[in-house]
């Protein structure tokens, strides 16, 4: 059974560099046809999607985040990690890891599974 | 405010059936299949429930139903249980630059 495990610092300070980590389980991180993504929730509110990498390194990232993210991923370890620079309180949410679908090359689909999330606040 | 437009709320007693909305543009929903629904607890990390339209993800029961018209999705739960007291969130991939969108999402609560 495919597992995702989320792993960082829950506190980083203003202008510094959130740093996370997924770890997959169950499965192979090289799977065809799956990326791997990012996902932020801020408390009380809804879902972001920050971007997704294939084990190629090929990334997607949403615009809005774009200058301040990088994803890597390392197969052999069956991890993939994000980054994302200068951060502010507008940045402090529980942040997802999930098996990303994309079809046909093209089309980005569902998540599944999850990672359970873990909490990053932004704060000095 | 999201890009997609979902129910703050809705509300229904245990037996009954109540559908979610999702509402997206022709540059989204109203043009692909790639629309999915996940079910969130509280503390809890979101579960699949509903990918591409229509499809249940194995081990998801019959009771939670996919559709699409035009630019709007939605979520049938039939034969509500305490269970289901949850926030649901709908996604859709986009052709815009942003790719894949979210909905606000919406609070179900089972009376």
């Known amino acids: 059974q495919l597992q995702l495990q989320e792993s960082g610092p829950g506190l980083v300070k203003p202008s510094e560099t959130l740093s996370l980590m997924c770890i997959v389980s169950?499965?192979?991180?090289?799977?065809?046809?799956?990326?791997w993504g990012w996902i932020r929730q801020p408390p009380g509110k809804g879902m972001e999607w920050i971007g997704s990498?294939?084990?190629?390194?090929?990334?997607y990232y949403t615009p809005s985040l774009k200058s301040r993210v990088t994803m890597f991923v390392d197969t052999s370890k069956n991890e993939f990690s994000l980054r994302l620079t200068s951060v502010t309180a507008a940045d402090t949410a529980v942040y997802y890891c999930a098996r990303h679908k994309r079809w046909g090359g093209y089309y980005f689909s569902w998540f599944d599974p999850w990672g359970q999330g873990t909490l990053v606040t932004v704060s000095s | 405010q999201s890009a997609l437009t979902q129910p703050a709320s809705v509300s229904g007693s245990p037996g009954q059936s109540i559908t979610i909305s999702c509402t997206g543009t022709?540059?989204?929903?109203?043009?692909?299949?790639?629309v999915s629904w996940y079910q969130q607890h509280p503390g809890k990390a979101p579960k699949l429930m509903i990918y591409d339209v229509s499809d249940r993800p194995s081990g998801i029961s019959n009771r939670f139903s996919g559709s699409k018209s035009g630019n709007t999705a939605s979520l049938t739960i039939s034969g509500l249980q305490a269970e289901d007291e949850a926030d649901y969130y709908c996604?859709?991939?986009?052709?815009?630059?942003?790719?894949?969108?979210f909905g606000g999402g919406t609070r179900l609560t089972v009376l």
């Open positions: 022709s540059s989204d929903i109203g043009t692909y299949v790639y």
């Open positions: 169950g499965g192979s991180i090289s799977s065809s046809s799956y990326y």
């Open positions: 996604s859709s991939y986009t052709t815009s630059s942003t790719l894949v969108l």
């Open positions: 990498i294939f084990n190629s390194g090929s990334t």
